[in-house]
């Protein structure tokens, strides 16, 4: 497969394949000693794990400067697609994508865009349209704080709105990110809004 990407991918104008790893310690040596703009990433990456490439690409979209993912993999999943998503994937395509289509997601991704085949869009927006979880258990306290991260407060801000003080906020929103499945504070905020807390 990565024999075929790379005669593929070397006879076009623009693009430069600066290596290819096997594992995922090879791909995080090699990101980190050819600091590339693109990695085609797969989500199986050993015998063991069909999943392996998703904290791959948690681990590569974590550095600085991090470098686009495009997932290239034969599993269409709308968990996988998600998570991929969520580990900073800029775009998920299946392995039987046509060389044409192959080339224009990885421009894409290295405009900044995101790139999905019909497959792989059409699983985000299925789950777009998913129907929320009817309750959550935030206490009343979290729902007071999502509603302050709504309006893009940081924690000190968060502490002087609740007279409480920053370390506690940040407990508060520590917990309603787990509560809510999510990582990040704009992520809590989407989360929230979906399921009318705020």
Do not use: W
């Amino acid at each position: 497969m990565r024999q075929g990407l790379r005669s593929i991918l070397e006879r076009e104008p623009g693009i430069e394949v600066v290596g290819e790893a096997a594992t995922a310690e090879e791909a995080l040596d090699l990101v980190a000693a050819t600091r590339p703009h693109i990695v085609l990433l797969d989500l199986k990456l050993s015998a063991g794990s069909d999943v392996e490439g998703l904290a791959l690409c948690g681990r590569l979209t974590a550095r600085a400067p991090a470098p686009g993912v495009l997932v290239v993999t034969t599993f269409l999943d709308q968990r996988l697609v998600l998570e991929a998503i969520h580990q900073g994937a800029r775009g998920y395509v299946l392995k039987d994508v046509d060389a044409v289509a192959l080339v224009a997601a990885i421009r894409a991704v290295r405009r900044g865009e995101s790139a999905f085949d019909s497959h792989s869009a059409a699983v985000v927006v299925r789950s777009l349209h998913a129907p929320a979880p009817a309750t959550t258990d935030l206490t009343a306290r979290e729902r007071e704080v999502l509603a302050l991260l709504a309006r893009g407060l940081s924690n000190e801000a968060i502490g002087r709105e609740l007279f409480i003080s920053a370390t506690t906020a940040k407990f508060h929103v520590h917990n309603l990110l787990r509560k809510l499945s999510v990582s990040r504070r704009a992520e809590a905020v989407y989360a929230g809004s979906k399921l009318g807390l705020i």
